[in-house]
């Protein structure tokens, strides 16, 4: 195991002060760690949901797109149509993301009596359509969010259960048994100074 320090902050040491601190960060490193797995699978399941949705929200669109294709033979007879999607800021599992509310229709005045009586159904077909559009759009805008922070969290979990936590304890292990055999090796110097000493007052 290389000895230069991949911990941020830490500068590594053959002393009893890198141990201190590279104890205090295993600490803090291993506290984190439920932490991030715990919000790890709350990401998943988030992901999970909108997926579901997705789903739901798609075979509603087929069904949608069945129900506005006789549309195209009016389409001299519909009025222009603006919209606008409302959404609102929504925290799921930690992130904000916008979640739909519905979409507002701007509909440009027409004839009742110049357009054929299907032009309301026609229009209402349109307005089903652009809704169940705008709900697929934002909620997959919202899953790749979610989807992002959660690949973010797997990473920052990775290093420090697979990374960080087991450098440290490799790193404590080796500065603590070179401590302990300086330690010893101090010990024996002084004892053999120590009789030499005794040695020579008896002589």
């Known amino acids: 195991m290389s000895m230069a320090s991949i911990i941020p902050g830490l500068r590594f040491g053959y002393n009893k002060v890198f141990v201190n601190e590279a104890e205090r960060k295993k600490k803090l490193f291993e506290g984190l760690i439920p932490k991030l797995k715990s919000r790890k699978g709350l990401l998943y399941l988030s992901?999970?949901?909108f997926e579901e949705r997705l789903e739901e929200f798609s075979k509603g669109l087929d069904d949608a797109r069945r129900a506005a294709e006789w549309t195209d033979s009016l389409e001299d007879y519909i009025p222009s149509m603006e919209h606008e999607t409302v959404t609102a800021r929504q925290v799921v599992a930690g992130v904000e993301v916008d979640a739909y509310q519905e979409?507002?229709?701007?509909?440009?005045?027409?004839?009742?009596?110049?357009t054929p009586v299907s032009t309301d159904s026609a229009i209402e077909s349109t307005k089903g359509l652009t809704e169940i559009e705008e709900k697929i759009r934002v909620t997959e805008v919202a899953k790749e969010i979610l989807q992002d922070e959660f690949e973010e969290v797997s990473r920052q979990l990775a290093v420090f259960e697979d990374k960080f936590v087991p450098w440290l304890d490799e790193a404590i292990r080796k500065v603590k048994l070179t401590l302990g055999d300086e330690e010893a090796l101090q010990a024996g110097i002084s004892g053999m100074i120590k009789k030499r000493r005794e040695e020579n007052v008896t002589v």
Not at 103 to 114: E, G, K, Q
């Open 47 to 49: 992901v999970q949901e």
């Open 103 to 114: 979409v507002r229709f701007d509909i440009a005045p027409y004839s009742l009596f110049a």
